[in-house]
Nanobody
Framework: VQLQASGGGLVQPRGSLRLSCAVS????????VSWYRQAARGQRALVAS???????QYADSVKGRCTIWRDYGSNALVLQMNSLMTGDTAVYYC?????????WGQGTQVTVSS
């Protein structure tokens, strides 16, 4: 399984970004696909996930501001982030879990700054 994340960049506070993670194999076949993030001096933490049956989960810090979904046309995992704050600055990684095997994408930098 290969995962390729994109869409990061520099955005002002209260702005929006859409991250995308292209995957090999059908995005709908994995047990779970997720976005994690890691700030410069922090640990990698879950941002949002979606399971094969479509159940979503969000970190408390992003609830109401982020939406995760699987895009059929592009076969990608998408994370729409709105009302971004400086605390959202981090490297964002996509992750897949399938039959107990986990894979990570290379990460994309999101910087929220004025």
């Amino acid at each position: 399984v290969q995962l390729q994340a994109s869409g990061g960049g520099l955005v002002q506070p209260r702005g929006s970004l859409r991250l995308s993670c292209a995957v090999s194999g059908s995005i709908f076949s994995f047990d779970r696909v997720s976005w994690y993030r890691q700030a410069a001096r922090g640990q990698r933490a879950l941002v949002a996930s979606i399971t094969r049956d479509g159940t979503t989960q969000y970190a408390d810090s992003v609830k109401g501001r982020c939406t995760i979904w699987r895009d059929y046309g592009s076969n990608a995992l998408v994370l729409q982030m709105n009302s971004l704050m400086t605390g959202d600055t981090a490297v964002y990684y996509c992750n897949s879990i399938d039959r107990g095997s986990a894979q990570w994408g290379q990460g994309t930098q999101v910087t929220v700054s004025s």
